[in-house]
């Protein structure tokens, strides 16, 4: 029988692998009305995560990595320059 870390953890794994899923579906569709449709159940998808995620947080079953300093913040916004991605 599994704990219910392991639980809350798979439970993530495939809440994440859905919204990766969404994200596909929704820029490949044409269908305007489908295209909304996957939109509103990514909304709920998200807030399923973010309601699962507070839990694990709560009870320590998911402990996030430390916060980015200013350097690596800017050094990712630098990235995303257009002027970087051309190259």
């Known amino acids: 029988m599994m704990d219910e870390k ?3 953890s798979d439970a993530l794994v495939g809440i994440n692998g859905e919204l ?3 994200a596909d579906y929704i820029t490949q569709t ?3 009305q489908l295209k909304q449709t996957l939109k509103q159940m990514r909304n709920k998808t998200e807030t399923a995560q973010e309601q699962l995620y507070q839990i694990a947080r709560e009870k ?3 402990v996030p990595a ?3 300093s ?5 050094h990712v916004r630098s990235l995303f320059k257009p002027e970087s991605m051309l190259g």
């Open 6 to 8: 392991t639980m809350v």
């Open 20 to 22: 990766k899923a969404y």
């Open 30 to 32: 044409e269908n305007p």
């Open 60 to 62: 320590s079953y998911y």
């Open 66 to 68: 430390d916060k980015a």
């Open 70 to 74: 200013q350097e690596e913040i800017a």
